[in-house]
């Protein structure tokens, strides 16, 4: 167990939906990263969050967006939802910037009909 | 750009058997850092390993250990007398300071599987 959890495990929804996933970091940790895993792209970089503030963004598309809380939770909201947006949502946390290790939670299952 | 590259797709071997996954990166940067992560069958991603770029000496853990070799670019992970339960895909990661921060940059990844 990393200690990262994210919530809900599973996600089953229809195209065009709106869907919230969540993630709460590991005690300590500052930064929370969002990375997607699909078959045809492989373990993708999204966006960094740290204490709060957007630190780094990857290959997100203009239909997610995230944010990081003052308890230090993550939330990624996915809207307008296209069948190619069915993968694996990963969130990771580590304690600061500095390429520390990532530890991930147990990832999302999105599922778009 | 970072890249990373892991050529096996898929290896399949016997339990007991030595096995070593290949990953070969690409980096301008000077300061980096190379990860191992293993996603056994139930999806999780779990950390082996992370090794700056000004550390080439060789580690091991267990059964595990790598060799880190700058000359050539690579990162190799050697499972020792490889067991049922090390079947999973591992994936190498790379992060660089200077150009992309904190993100990891991961390879395709290599399915492992091990039979009894």
């Known amino acids: 167990d990393s200690g990262v959890t994210q919530t809900p495990k599973h996600l089953i929804t229809a195209t065009g939906q709106r869907v919230t996933l969540r993630c709460s970091p590991r005690s300590g940790d500052l930064s929370v990263y969002w990375y997607q895993q699909s078959l045809d792209q492989g373990l993708q970089f999204l966006i960094q969050?740290?204490?709060?503030?957007?630190?780094a963004k990857g290959n997100i598309l203009e239909r997610f967006s995230a944010q990081q809380f003052p308890d230090l939770h993550s939330e990624l909201n996915l809207s307008s939802l296209e069948l190619g947006d069915s993968a694996l949502y990963f969130c990771?946390?580590?304690?600061?910037?500095?390429?520390?290790?990532?530890?991930f939670g147990p990832g999302t299952r999105l599922l778009v009909l | 750009a970072q890249k990373v590259t892991q050529a096996q797709t898929e290896i399949s071997v016997v339990e007991k058997e030595d096995v070593t996954l290949d990953c070969v990166y690409e980096?301008?940067?000077?300061?980096?850092?190379l990860f191992w992560y293993k996603q056994p069958p139930s999806g999780e991603l779990v950390f082996l390993i992370r090794?700056?770029?000004?550390?080439?000496q060789n580690e091991i853990s267990g059964r595990y250990s790598w060799n880190f070799q700058k000359s050539t670019s690579s990162f190799n992970f050697t499972i020792t007398a490889s067991q049922v339960v090390d079947s999973a895909v591992y994936f190498c990661?790379?992060?660089?300071?200077?150009?992309?921060?904190?993100?990891?940059?991961f390879g395709e990844g290599t399915q492992l599987t091990v039979n009894p």
């Open positions: 969050y740290y204490n709060g503030e957007e630190r």
């Open positions: 980096t301008r940067d000077t300061t980096y850092y």
């Open positions: 090794r700056n770029s000004f550390d080439e």
């Open positions: 990771a946390s580590s304690v600061s910037v500095n390429q520390e290790t990532q530890y």
């Open positions: 990661a790379l992060s660089g300071r200077e150009t992309s921060g904190s993100r990891l940059t």
